[in-house]
Protein backbone atom coordinates (compact mmCIF):
# COMPACT_ATOMS: atom_id res chain seq x y z
CA UNK A 1 0.00 0.00 0.00
CA UNK A 2 2.56 2.31 0.73
CA UNK A 3 6.44 2.60 0.37
CA UNK A 4 9.24 2.70 3.32
CA UNK A 5 10.75 5.76 4.08
CA UNK A 6 10.26 8.96 6.56
CA UNK A 7 9.06 12.91 6.65
CA UNK A 8 11.06 14.46 9.03
CA UNK A 9 11.12 17.94 9.51
CA UNK A 10 14.61 19.94 9.03
CA UNK A 11 14.18 22.48 11.97
CA UNK A 12 15.47 25.70 10.68
CA UNK A 13 14.32 28.66 13.24
CA UNK A 14 17.88 30.64 13.79
CA UNK A 15 20.14 28.51 16.03
CA UNK A 16 21.75 26.37 13.78
CA UNK A 17 21.74 25.42 10.19
CA UNK A 18 21.69 21.86 8.96
CA UNK A 19 25.23 20.69 7.38
CA UNK A 20 26.12 22.52 3.84
CA UNK A 21 26.01 19.33 1.86
CA UNK A 22 22.47 18.80 2.93
CA UNK A 23 19.71 18.81 0.61
CA UNK A 24 16.49 20.63 1.45
CA UNK A 25 13.12 20.83 0.41
CA UNK A 26 11.72 24.46 0.15
CA UNK A 27 8.37 25.28 1.42
CA UNK A 28 6.99 29.41 2.02
CA UNK A 29 4.46 29.80 3.80
CA UNK A 30 1.95 32.58 4.96
CA UNK A 31 0.78 33.15 8.67
CA UNK A 32 -2.85 32.92 8.66
CA UNK A 33 -5.32 35.22 11.70
CA UNK A 34 -5.06 31.88 13.45
CA UNK A 35 -1.46 31.64 13.85
CA UNK A 36 -1.01 29.39 11.60
CA UNK A 37 1.97 28.61 9.10
CA UNK A 38 -0.04 27.67 5.75
CA UNK A 39 1.62 26.16 3.04
CA UNK A 40 1.76 27.92 -0.64
CA UNK A 41 1.33 25.18 -3.43
CA UNK A 42 4.62 23.92 -5.28
CA UNK A 43 3.95 25.82 -8.37
CA UNK A 44 3.44 29.31 -5.92
CA UNK A 45 7.17 27.96 -4.40
CA UNK A 46 9.10 27.27 -7.84
CA UNK A 47 7.78 30.42 -8.79
CA UNK A 48 9.02 32.15 -5.41
CA UNK A 49 12.25 30.87 -5.90
CA UNK A 50 12.86 31.69 -9.12
CA UNK A 51 12.18 35.46 -8.48
CA UNK A 52 14.13 34.93 -5.50
CA UNK A 53 17.53 33.24 -7.65
CA UNK A 54 17.21 36.43 -9.89
CA UNK A 55 16.71 39.14 -6.90
CA UNK A 56 16.78 38.35 -3.40
CA UNK A 57 15.36 42.04 -3.18
CA UNK A 58 12.65 41.53 -5.52
CA UNK A 59 8.85 41.30 -5.69
CA UNK A 60 6.57 38.37 -6.66
CA UNK A 61 3.63 38.59 -8.10
CA UNK A 62 1.56 35.60 -7.36
CA UNK A 63 -0.97 35.96 -9.90
CA UNK A 64 1.98 35.25 -12.86
CA UNK A 65 1.56 31.48 -11.75
CA UNK A 66 -2.13 31.24 -9.74
CA UNK A 67 -4.98 33.13 -10.87
CA UNK A 68 -6.75 33.00 -8.09
CA UNK A 69 -3.83 34.88 -6.24
CA UNK A 70 -3.68 37.85 -8.49
CA UNK A 71 -4.43 40.05 -5.58
CA UNK A 72 -1.27 39.31 -3.77
CA UNK A 73 2.32 39.96 -3.90
CA UNK A 74 5.26 39.11 -2.02
CA UNK A 75 7.91 41.54 -0.94
CA UNK A 76 10.86 39.68 -0.57
CA UNK A 77 12.96 42.12 1.98
CA UNK A 78 10.34 42.70 4.05
CA UNK A 79 9.25 39.03 3.92
CA UNK A 80 5.73 39.98 3.64
CA UNK A 81 2.46 39.26 1.79
CA UNK A 82 1.12 42.39 0.78
CA UNK A 83 -3.11 41.92 -0.80
CA UNK A 84 -3.76 44.67 -3.31
CA UNK A 85 -7.54 45.32 -3.20
CA UNK A 86 -7.37 45.00 1.07
CA UNK A 87 -4.12 46.13 1.98
CA UNK A 88 -3.75 43.49 4.29
CA UNK A 89 -0.17 42.50 4.96
CA UNK A 90 0.61 38.78 6.73
CA UNK A 91 4.60 37.40 7.65
CA UNK A 92 6.09 34.73 5.11
CA UNK A 93 8.85 32.03 5.75
CA UNK A 94 10.67 29.94 3.97
CA UNK A 95 10.51 25.99 5.96
CA UNK A 96 12.57 23.39 5.20
CA UNK A 97 11.89 19.73 5.18
CA UNK A 98 13.76 16.60 3.76
CA UNK A 99 13.56 15.46 0.67
CA UNK A 100 12.01 12.07 1.33
CA UNK A 101 8.96 13.74 3.24
CA UNK A 102 6.10 14.65 1.67
CA UNK A 103 6.52 17.91 -0.30
CA UNK A 104 10.25 16.29 -1.56
CA UNK A 105 7.47 13.68 -3.16
CA UNK A 106 4.90 15.66 -3.57
CA UNK A 107 2.23 14.18 -1.55
CA UNK A 108 -0.34 16.55 -0.62
CA UNK A 109 -3.23 15.29 1.81
CA UNK A 110 -6.22 17.23 2.27
CA UNK A 111 -9.58 17.48 4.01
CA UNK A 112 -13.48 18.12 2.52
CA UNK A 113 -14.97 21.21 4.48
CA UNK A 114 -18.67 22.01 4.73
CA UNK A 115 -18.30 23.77 1.09
CA UNK A 116 -17.65 19.86 -0.22
CA UNK A 117 -14.02 21.28 -1.55
CA UNK A 118 -10.63 19.92 -0.36
CA UNK A 119 -8.53 22.49 1.96
CA UNK A 120 -4.93 21.11 2.26
CA UNK A 121 -3.48 20.32 5.88
CA UNK A 122 -0.70 22.63 7.59
CA UNK A 123 2.59 21.15 6.06
CA UNK A 124 3.64 20.28 9.72
CA UNK A 125 0.35 17.89 9.65
CA UNK A 126 0.83 16.92 6.72
CA UNK A 127 4.28 15.53 7.10
CA UNK A 128 3.15 13.57 10.00
CA UNK A 129 0.28 12.10 8.41
CA UNK A 130 2.76 10.73 5.30
CA UNK A 131 4.70 9.12 7.61
CA UNK A 132 2.25 7.54 9.21
CA UNK A 133 0.81 6.31 5.88
CA UNK A 134 4.29 5.20 4.90
CA UNK A 135 4.61 3.15 8.06
CA UNK A 136 1.44 1.14 7.55
CA UNK A 137 -0.28 2.68 10.76
CA UNK A 138 -3.67 1.58 10.36
CA UNK A 139 -4.84 5.32 12.19
CA UNK A 140 -2.51 8.28 13.36
CA UNK A 141 -3.97 10.57 16.75
CA UNK A 142 -3.05 14.59 16.10
CA UNK A 143 -3.83 15.46 19.40
CA UNK A 144 0.82 15.89 19.90
CA UNK A 145 0.38 18.33 17.08
CA UNK A 146 -2.62 20.33 19.13
CA UNK A 147 -5.60 18.83 17.25
CA UNK A 148 -8.16 16.67 18.73
CA UNK A 149 -8.25 14.51 15.47
CA UNK A 150 -8.15 10.95 14.70
CA UNK A 151 -6.82 9.95 11.16
CA UNK A 152 -8.32 6.70 10.19
CA UNK A 153 -6.19 5.22 7.01
CA UNK A 154 -8.78 2.30 6.35
CA UNK A 155 -11.72 4.72 5.76
CA UNK A 156 -9.57 7.59 4.62
CA UNK A 157 -11.56 9.67 7.40
CA UNK A 158 -10.85 12.44 9.96
CA UNK A 159 -13.00 12.45 13.19
CA UNK A 160 -13.28 15.08 15.95
CA UNK A 161 -12.06 12.72 18.58
CA UNK A 162 -14.78 14.88 20.89
CA UNK A 163 -17.75 15.75 18.40
CA UNK A 164 -18.02 12.55 16.74
CA UNK A 165 -17.94 14.38 13.60
CA UNK A 166 -16.21 12.77 10.66
CA UNK A 167 -14.84 14.70 7.25
CA UNK A 168 -13.39 12.39 4.36
CA UNK A 169 -9.69 13.33 3.98
CA UNK A 170 -7.90 12.25 0.68
CA UNK A 171 -4.10 12.23 -0.86
CA UNK A 172 -3.14 12.90 -4.15
CA UNK A 173 -0.02 13.48 -6.14
CA UNK A 174 1.35 17.18 -7.04
CA UNK A 175 4.61 18.67 -8.04
CA UNK A 176 7.09 18.46 -5.86
CA UNK A 177 8.43 21.36 -3.99
CA UNK A 178 11.60 22.91 -4.86
CA UNK A 179 14.95 21.61 -4.11
CA UNK A 180 18.14 23.58 -2.53
CA UNK A 181 21.34 22.68 -2.18
CA UNK A 182 24.17 24.10 0.87
CA UNK A 183 23.60 26.32 3.71
CA UNK A 184 20.59 28.61 4.82
CA UNK A 185 21.68 31.56 3.71
CA UNK A 186 22.28 34.78 6.10
CA UNK A 187 20.94 38.12 6.03
CA UNK A 188 24.59 39.84 5.12
CA UNK A 189 25.51 36.84 2.75
CA UNK A 190 22.86 37.70 -0.11
CA UNK A 191 24.74 39.41 -3.04
CA UNK A 192 23.44 42.99 -3.56
CA UNK A 193 22.50 44.43 -7.38
CA UNK A 194 25.09 46.97 -8.46
CA UNK A 195 23.40 47.91 -11.85
CA UNK A 196 21.83 51.29 -12.02
CA UNK A 197 18.21 51.42 -13.62
CA UNK A 198 15.50 53.16 -14.67
CA UNK A 199 11.97 51.61 -13.98
CA UNK A 200 10.04 51.08 -17.04
CA UNK A 201 6.33 52.53 -17.19
CA UNK A 202 4.22 49.12 -17.41
CA UNK A 203 1.10 48.49 -15.40
CA UNK A 204 3.12 45.77 -13.37
CA UNK A 205 6.07 48.02 -12.18
CA UNK A 206 3.69 50.87 -11.58
CA UNK A 207 1.99 48.94 -8.79
CA UNK A 208 4.90 47.44 -7.19
CA UNK A 209 6.37 51.08 -6.98
CA UNK A 210 3.61 52.34 -5.16
CA UNK A 211 3.70 49.03 -3.03
CA UNK A 212 7.23 49.73 -2.19
CA UNK A 213 6.93 53.78 -1.75
CA UNK A 214 4.27 53.05 0.81
CA UNK A 215 6.50 50.14 2.76
CA UNK A 216 9.41 52.45 2.40
CA UNK A 217 8.15 55.51 3.84
CA UNK A 218 6.75 53.65 6.92
CA UNK A 219 9.73 51.96 7.85
CA UNK A 220 11.85 54.92 7.12
CA UNK A 221 9.52 56.78 9.03
CA UNK A 222 10.43 54.27 11.87
CA UNK A 223 14.03 54.82 11.56
CA UNK A 224 13.60 58.38 11.97
CA UNK A 225 11.84 58.29 15.28
CA UNK A 226 14.24 55.49 16.65
CA UNK A 227 17.31 56.81 16.40
CA UNK A 228 16.23 60.36 15.64
CA UNK A 229 15.39 61.35 19.17
CA UNK A 230 15.80 65.19 19.69
CA UNK A 231 17.53 66.45 16.07
CA UNK A 232 19.19 63.29 16.03
CA UNK A 233 21.43 63.92 18.46
CA UNK A 234 23.73 61.61 20.26
CA UNK A 235 22.32 60.29 23.74
CA UNK A 236 19.13 61.55 23.38
CA UNK A 237 17.45 59.61 26.35
CA UNK A 238 13.38 58.94 26.97
CA UNK A 239 11.28 55.88 27.60
CA UNK A 240 10.85 54.00 24.17
CA UNK A 241 7.07 52.79 23.33
CA UNK A 242 6.78 49.20 21.85
CA UNK A 243 4.38 49.30 19.11
CA UNK A 244 3.65 46.00 16.92
CA UNK A 245 3.05 46.61 12.81
CA UNK A 246 -0.94 46.98 12.05
CA UNK A 247 -1.64 43.77 10.02
CA UNK A 248 -3.83 45.73 7.10
CA UNK A 249 -3.17 49.51 5.60
CA UNK A 250 -6.84 50.64 4.99
CA UNK A 251 -9.50 51.83 7.44
CA UNK A 252 -7.58 50.80 10.80
CA UNK A 253 -5.20 52.33 13.22
CA UNK A 254 -1.59 52.02 11.65
CA UNK A 255 0.34 51.42 15.30
CA UNK A 256 -1.04 49.54 18.25
CA UNK A 257 0.52 50.36 21.24
CA UNK A 258 1.79 48.50 23.78
CA UNK A 259 4.03 48.24 27.11
CA UNK A 260 7.72 48.10 27.58
CA UNK A 261 10.68 49.26 26.33
CA UNK A 262 13.95 48.53 24.07
CA UNK A 263 14.58 47.37 20.68
CA UNK A 264 13.18 43.81 20.34
CA UNK A 265 13.73 43.94 15.85
CA UNK A 266 13.97 46.66 13.74
CA UNK A 267 13.52 46.65 9.70
CA UNK A 268 15.50 48.10 7.19
CA UNK A 269 14.24 50.58 4.22
CA UNK A 270 13.32 48.64 1.36
CA UNK A 271 14.61 50.01 -1.76
CA UNK A 272 11.80 52.09 -3.88
CA UNK A 273 13.87 51.71 -7.57
CA UNK A 274 13.71 47.93 -7.57
CA UNK A 275 11.35 46.85 -10.03
CA UNK A 276 10.31 43.35 -11.61
CA UNK A 277 11.19 44.80 -14.81
CA UNK A 278 14.62 46.51 -14.07
CA UNK A 279 18.09 45.90 -12.37
CA UNK A 280 18.04 46.58 -8.83
CA UNK A 281 20.28 49.70 -7.09
CA UNK A 282 21.90 48.81 -3.81
CA UNK A 283 20.09 49.46 -0.58
CA UNK A 284 20.68 48.47 2.86
CA UNK A 285 20.62 44.91 3.72
CA UNK A 286 18.14 42.49 3.74
CA UNK A 287 16.59 40.92 6.74
CA UNK A 288 16.80 37.52 6.92
CA UNK A 289 14.41 35.47 4.78
CA UNK A 290 13.92 32.93 7.59
CA UNK A 291 12.63 35.16 10.02
CA UNK A 292 9.44 33.73 11.49
CA UNK A 293 6.93 35.69 13.05
CA UNK A 294 5.25 39.18 13.62
CA UNK A 295 8.02 41.76 13.63
CA UNK A 296 7.57 44.58 16.07
CA UNK A 297 9.37 47.97 15.98
CA UNK A 298 10.52 50.64 18.80
CA UNK A 299 9.87 54.13 18.29
CA UNK A 300 10.84 57.35 20.12
CA UNK A 301 7.56 58.98 20.99
CA UNK A 302 4.08 58.37 20.47
CA UNK A 303 1.93 60.17 17.40
CA UNK A 304 1.26 63.67 18.19
CA UNK A 305 -1.76 65.15 17.98
CA UNK A 306 -2.91 67.07 15.36
CA UNK A 307 -2.30 70.73 16.03
CA UNK A 308 -5.75 73.07 15.82
CA UNK A 309 -6.43 74.71 12.84
CA UNK A 310 -4.68 71.91 10.54
CA UNK A 311 -7.32 70.42 8.31
CA UNK A 312 -7.08 67.05 8.39
CA UNK A 313 -6.69 65.57 4.36
CA UNK A 314 -9.77 62.94 3.74
CA UNK A 315 -8.40 59.80 2.18
CA UNK A 316 -11.74 58.25 0.98
CA UNK A 317 -13.12 54.89 -1.01
CA UNK A 318 -10.99 52.38 1.48
CA UNK A 319 -14.57 50.44 1.15
CA UNK A 320 -13.99 50.25 -2.24
CA UNK A 321 -17.14 52.36 -3.04
CA UNK A 322 -15.94 55.13 -5.25
CA UNK A 323 -14.08 55.29 -8.23
CA UNK A 324 -9.95 55.02 -6.64
CA UNK A 325 -8.81 51.55 -6.00
CA UNK A 326 -8.88 51.03 -1.95
CA UNK A 327 -5.31 49.69 -1.91
CA UNK A 328 -4.24 53.12 -3.06
CA UNK A 329 -6.63 55.10 -1.11
CA UNK A 330 -4.67 53.37 1.59
CA UNK A 331 -1.09 53.25 0.74
CA UNK A 332 -1.95 56.99 -0.03
CA UNK A 333 -2.78 57.31 3.94
CA UNK A 334 0.51 55.71 5.08
CA UNK A 335 2.62 57.88 2.92
CA UNK A 336 0.86 61.26 4.85
CA UNK A 337 1.21 59.17 8.20
CA UNK A 338 4.47 58.86 7.55
CA UNK A 339 5.32 62.37 6.26
CA UNK A 340 3.94 63.72 9.45
CA UNK A 341 0.47 65.07 7.86
CA UNK A 342 -2.67 64.71 9.44
CA UNK A 343 -5.22 62.17 7.96
CA UNK A 344 -9.03 61.32 7.91
CA UNK A 345 -9.28 58.30 6.95
CA UNK A 346 -12.94 56.90 5.27
CA UNK A 347 -13.53 53.85 8.10
CA UNK A 348 -15.59 51.12 7.49
CA UNK A 349 -18.66 50.95 9.59
CA UNK A 350 -18.86 48.65 12.61
CA UNK A 351 -21.12 45.95 13.11
CA UNK A 352 -24.48 46.72 15.22
CA UNK A 353 -23.96 43.44 17.84
CA UNK A 354 -26.65 44.66 20.07
CA UNK A 355 -29.97 46.24 20.27
CA UNK A 356 -30.92 49.52 21.90
CA UNK A 357 -30.98 49.79 25.47
CA UNK A 358 -34.17 47.50 26.99
CA UNK A 359 -35.84 47.49 30.32
CA UNK A 360 -36.80 44.42 31.44
CA UNK A 361 -40.43 45.41 31.88
CA UNK A 362 -40.34 45.26 27.73
CA UNK A 363 -39.31 41.96 27.66
CA UNK A 364 -42.05 39.13 26.70
CA UNK A 365 -42.01 35.86 26.74
CA UNK A 366 -42.33 34.43 23.28
CA UNK A 367 -45.50 33.22 22.13
CA UNK A 368 -46.51 29.74 21.93
CA UNK A 369 -43.27 28.62 24.24
CA UNK A 370 -43.83 27.55 27.44
CA UNK A 371 -40.83 29.58 30.17
CA UNK A 372 -38.57 31.91 29.56
CA UNK A 373 -35.39 30.00 30.85
CA UNK A 374 -33.78 26.18 30.11
CA UNK A 375 -31.06 25.24 32.56
CA UNK A 376 -28.44 22.04 30.96
CA UNK A 377 -29.79 18.86 31.83
CA UNK A 378 -27.55 15.93 32.95
CA UNK A 379 -26.20 13.67 30.49
CA UNK A 380 -28.74 11.29 28.88
CA UNK A 381 -27.80 7.72 29.47
CA UNK A 382 -29.68 4.58 28.57
CA UNK A 383 -28.88 2.74 31.63
CA UNK A 384 -28.88 -0.91 31.48
CA UNK A 385 -28.10 -0.82 27.71
CA UNK A 386 -24.52 -2.35 26.73
CA UNK A 387 -23.35 -1.63 23.15
CA UNK A 388 -24.71 -4.99 22.13
CA UNK A 389 -27.92 -4.32 23.27
CA UNK A 390 -28.03 -0.92 21.09
CA UNK A 391 -26.77 -1.64 18.07
CA UNK A 392 -29.41 -4.80 18.05
CA UNK A 393 -32.23 -2.46 18.63
CA UNK A 394 -31.62 -0.80 15.44
CA UNK A 395 -30.37 -3.65 13.41
CA UNK A 396 -31.61 -6.85 11.55
CA UNK A 397 -29.06 -9.46 11.18
CA UNK A 398 -28.04 -10.61 7.71
CA UNK A 399 -28.08 -14.14 6.39
CA UNK A 400 -25.79 -13.70 3.67
CA UNK A 401 -23.87 -11.00 3.58
CA UNK A 402 -23.35 -8.93 0.01
CA UNK A 403 -19.79 -8.87 -1.34
CA UNK A 404 -18.81 -5.55 -1.25
CA UNK A 405 -17.43 -3.32 1.72
CA UNK A 406 -18.03 -2.73 5.47
CA UNK A 407 -17.54 1.28 5.26
CA UNK A 408 -16.09 1.26 9.13
CA UNK A 409 -13.22 -1.48 8.95
CA UNK A 410 -13.20 -1.32 4.79
CA UNK A 411 -12.68 -5.49 5.00
CA UNK A 412 -15.49 -7.32 2.69
CA UNK A 413 -18.65 -7.96 4.32
CA UNK A 414 -18.47 -11.50 3.52
CA UNK A 415 -15.31 -11.43 5.62
CA UNK A 416 -14.53 -10.85 9.85
CA UNK A 417 -14.94 -7.53 11.00
CA UNK A 418 -11.32 -5.64 10.60
CA UNK A 419 -12.02 -4.89 14.72
CA UNK A 420 -11.29 -9.00 14.86
CA UNK A 421 -8.96 -9.45 18.11
CA UNK A 422 -9.34 -5.82 19.08
CA UNK A 423 -13.08 -5.69 20.37
CA UNK A 424 -14.49 -8.73 21.74
CA UNK A 425 -18.51 -8.63 22.87
CA UNK A 426 -20.12 -11.85 24.28
CA UNK A 427 -22.84 -13.09 21.40
CA UNK A 428 -21.18 -10.98 18.47
CA UNK A 429 -19.03 -12.72 16.08
CA UNK A 430 -16.39 -11.35 13.76
CA UNK A 431 -18.48 -12.02 10.65
CA UNK A 432 -21.99 -11.03 11.71
CA UNK A 433 -23.32 -8.82 9.46
CA UNK A 434 -26.52 -6.58 10.09
CA UNK A 435 -28.97 -3.33 8.38
CA UNK A 436 -29.96 -0.80 9.85
CA UNK A 437 -33.59 -0.19 10.21
CA UNK A 438 -34.25 2.80 8.58
CA UNK A 439 -31.70 3.42 5.79
CA UNK A 440 -30.72 -0.31 5.05
CA UNK A 441 -27.09 -0.03 5.26
CA UNK A 442 -25.09 -2.80 6.06
CA UNK A 443 -22.22 -3.11 8.37
CA UNK A 444 -20.17 -5.53 10.60
CA UNK A 445 -22.54 -6.12 13.68
CA UNK A 446 -18.88 -5.82 15.51
CA UNK A 447 -17.88 -1.91 13.56
CA UNK A 448 -21.05 -0.97 15.02
CA UNK A 449 -20.38 -1.95 18.34
CA UNK A 450 -16.64 -0.33 18.05
CA UNK A 451 -18.15 2.98 16.09
CA UNK A 452 -20.84 3.04 18.97
CA UNK A 453 -17.99 2.61 21.83
CA UNK A 454 -16.35 5.75 20.31
CA UNK A 455 -19.24 7.92 20.50
CA UNK A 456 -20.99 9.30 23.08
CA UNK A 457 -22.43 6.45 24.55
CA UNK A 458 -25.52 7.86 24.79
CA UNK A 459 -27.85 5.03 23.26
CA UNK A 460 -28.52 6.40 20.10
CA UNK A 461 -26.65 5.45 16.56
CA UNK A 462 -25.79 6.97 13.79
CA UNK A 463 -25.39 5.73 9.92
CA UNK A 464 -21.81 6.56 9.36
CA UNK A 465 -22.91 6.23 5.51
CA UNK A 466 -26.24 8.24 5.42
CA UNK A 467 -25.90 10.33 8.96
CA UNK A 468 -29.53 9.03 9.78
CA UNK A 469 -30.06 8.39 13.57
CA UNK A 470 -31.73 6.19 15.24
CA UNK A 471 -32.78 7.07 18.64
CA UNK A 472 -32.24 10.27 20.72
CA UNK A 473 -28.74 11.97 19.96
CA UNK A 474 -26.86 13.63 22.44
CA UNK A 475 -23.94 15.85 22.79
CA UNK A 476 -21.16 16.65 25.61
CA UNK A 477 -22.54 20.71 26.31
CA UNK A 478 -21.22 21.64 29.39
CA UNK A 479 -23.20 23.08 31.98
CA UNK A 480 -25.10 26.61 31.59
CA UNK A 481 -28.41 28.10 31.08
CA UNK A 482 -30.45 29.50 28.48
CA UNK A 483 -32.66 32.49 28.24
CA UNK A 484 -35.24 33.87 25.39
CA UNK A 485 -37.65 36.40 24.88
CA UNK A 486 -39.46 39.36 22.76
CA UNK A 487 -37.77 42.72 22.79
CA UNK A 488 -39.58 45.73 20.75
CA UNK A 489 -37.21 45.94 17.86
CA UNK A 490 -36.66 44.36 14.48
CA UNK A 491 -34.36 42.99 12.64
CA UNK A 492 -32.86 44.19 8.77
CA UNK A 493 -34.94 41.98 6.94
CA UNK A 494 -37.96 41.69 9.60
CA UNK A 495 -39.47 45.12 9.99
CA UNK A 496 -43.25 43.56 10.58
CA UNK A 497 -41.76 41.41 13.88
CA UNK A 498 -40.25 41.98 16.75
CA UNK A 499 -37.24 39.92 17.73
CA UNK A 500 -36.65 36.98 20.21
CA UNK A 501 -33.21 37.38 21.81
CA UNK A 502 -31.42 34.43 22.99
CA UNK A 503 -28.69 34.11 25.80
CA UNK A 504 -26.64 32.24 26.23
CA UNK A 505 -24.54 31.63 29.36
CA UNK A 506 -21.49 28.68 30.26
CA UNK A 507 -19.12 29.62 33.15
CA UNK A 508 -15.80 28.13 32.79
CA UNK A 509 -15.24 24.55 34.77
CA UNK A 510 -14.21 20.96 34.72
CA UNK A 511 -14.52 18.77 32.06
CA UNK A 512 -16.08 15.87 32.84
CA UNK A 513 -15.30 12.09 31.65
CA UNK A 514 -17.48 12.65 28.06
CA UNK A 515 -15.07 16.00 27.32
CA UNK A 516 -11.28 15.17 25.72
CA UNK A 517 -9.79 16.12 28.92
CA UNK A 518 -11.25 14.75 31.85
CA UNK A 519 -10.52 16.56 34.95
CA UNK A 520 -8.31 19.15 33.19
CA UNK A 521 -9.53 23.14 33.17
CA UNK A 522 -11.76 24.39 30.16
CA UNK A 523 -12.40 27.86 29.22
CA UNK A 524 -16.17 29.89 27.94
CA UNK A 525 -15.03 33.10 26.34
CA UNK A 526 -17.43 35.48 24.86
CA UNK A 527 -20.61 34.90 27.44
CA UNK A 528 -23.44 35.36 27.60
CA UNK A 529 -23.63 35.22 24.36
CA UNK A 530 -26.50 36.98 22.75
CA UNK A 531 -28.22 35.43 18.97
CA UNK A 532 -31.42 36.81 17.39
CA UNK A 533 -34.23 35.09 15.37
CA UNK A 534 -37.38 36.95 14.00
CA UNK A 535 -40.64 37.08 16.20
CA UNK A 536 -42.58 34.96 13.67
CA UNK A 537 -44.06 31.54 13.02
CA UNK A 538 -40.89 30.48 11.24
CA UNK A 539 -38.57 31.68 13.99
CA UNK A 540 -40.76 30.60 16.98
CA UNK A 541 -40.43 27.37 14.89
CA UNK A 542 -36.16 27.45 15.21
CA UNK A 543 -36.38 29.00 18.59
CA UNK A 544 -38.80 25.13 19.90
CA UNK A 545 -36.05 23.20 18.14
CA UNK A 546 -33.31 24.65 19.31
CA UNK A 547 -34.57 24.20 23.21
CA UNK A 548 -34.94 20.50 21.83
CA UNK A 549 -31.20 21.06 21.11
CA UNK A 550 -30.49 23.06 24.20
CA UNK A 551 -31.57 19.85 26.47
CA UNK A 552 -29.71 17.25 24.45
CA UNK A 553 -26.74 19.49 24.73
CA UNK A 554 -26.53 19.61 21.28
CA UNK A 555 -25.38 23.52 21.04
CA UNK A 556 -21.88 24.00 22.18
CA UNK A 557 -19.13 21.40 22.96
CA UNK A 558 -15.36 21.41 23.87
CA UNK A 559 -12.38 21.70 21.31
CA UNK A 560 -10.15 23.92 19.93
CA UNK A 561 -11.31 27.09 18.87
CA UNK A 562 -11.13 27.59 14.93
CA UNK A 563 -11.00 31.38 15.34
CA UNK A 564 -7.87 31.96 18.42
CA UNK A 565 -6.60 28.33 18.29
CA UNK A 566 -7.15 28.20 22.07
CA UNK A 567 -8.02 24.43 23.18
CA UNK A 568 -9.97 23.05 25.87
CA UNK A 569 -12.82 25.94 25.36
CA UNK A 570 -16.31 26.39 24.71
CA UNK A 571 -17.25 26.29 21.40
CA UNK A 572 -20.18 26.52 18.69
CA UNK A 573 -21.31 22.98 17.77
CA UNK A 574 -22.06 22.77 13.76
CA UNK A 575 -25.66 24.71 14.80
CA UNK A 576 -24.81 28.35 13.94
CA UNK A 577 -26.50 31.50 15.04
CA UNK A 578 -27.08 34.89 14.23
CA UNK A 579 -25.11 36.92 16.75
CA UNK A 580 -25.27 40.23 15.23
CA UNK A 581 -28.14 42.01 15.32
CA UNK A 582 -28.42 45.57 13.43
CA UNK A 583 -26.15 44.71 10.03
CA UNK A 584 -24.48 41.60 8.80
CA UNK A 585 -20.78 43.08 8.12
CA UNK A 586 -19.39 39.28 9.87
CA UNK A 587 -22.15 36.80 8.52
CA UNK A 588 -24.00 36.57 11.43
CA UNK A 589 -26.26 39.03 11.17
CA UNK A 590 -29.69 39.64 9.33
CA UNK A 591 -30.84 40.28 6.34
CA UNK A 592 -29.94 36.51 5.58
CA UNK A 593 -33.34 35.21 3.50
CA UNK A 594 -31.70 32.08 3.94
CA UNK A 595 -30.59 31.57 7.36
CA UNK A 596 -34.11 29.94 9.10
CA UNK A 597 -33.87 27.05 6.42
CA UNK A 598 -30.37 26.72 6.46
CA UNK A 599 -30.35 26.53 10.42
CA UNK A 600 -33.62 24.30 10.89
CA UNK A 601 -31.37 22.04 8.10
CA UNK A 602 -28.20 21.78 10.53
CA UNK A 603 -31.00 20.96 13.37
CA UNK A 604 -32.28 18.03 11.38
CA UNK A 605 -28.78 16.83 10.81
CA UNK A 606 -28.31 16.33 14.28
CA UNK A 607 -31.71 14.47 14.63
CA UNK A 608 -33.45 17.67 16.08
CA UNK A 609 -36.78 17.65 14.25
CA UNK A 610 -40.40 19.18 14.51
CA UNK A 611 -41.94 15.48 14.80
CA UNK A 612 -40.55 15.80 18.18
CA UNK A 613 -41.93 18.68 19.29
CA UNK A 614 -44.68 18.36 21.52
CA UNK A 615 -47.95 20.44 21.17
Not at 84 to 90: P, V
Amino acid sequence: MARPGSGVLVSVNGLGYPPQNLARVVVWEWLNEHGRWRPYSAATCHHIENVLKGDVRGTVVLGQVDAQLASYIIDLQSMHQFRQDTGTMRPVHRNFYEPSSAPGKGVVWEWENDSGSWTPYDMEICVTIQNAYEKQHPWLDLTSLGFCYLIDFNSMVQTNRQSQRKRRLRRRMDLAYPLIMGSIPKSQSWPVGASSGQPCSCQQCILVNSTRAASNAILASQRRKLYGGAAGAPGATGTLNVVRQSNTFAGTTLWSPTSGAGIEQVQSPLSSSNFPCSPALPSLPLNNLNRPGTQRISMGTARGAIPPGVPALPVKNLTGSGPVHPAIAGMTGILMCAAGLPVCLTRAPKPILHPPPINKSDMKPVPGVNGIRRKTKKKHLRKGKTPEDVVRRYTEKVKVAPDEDCTICMERLVTSSGYEGVLQHKGIKPEMVGKLGKCGHIYHLLCLVAMYNNGNKDGSLQCPTCKAIYGEKTGTQPPGKMDYHVIPHCLPGYLEAKTIRIVYDIPAGIQATEHPNPGKKFSARGFPRHCYLPDNDKGRKVLKLLIMAWDRRLIFTIDTSSTTGESDTVVWNEIHHKTEFGSNLTGHGYPDPNYLDNVLTELSAQGVVEDNLKD
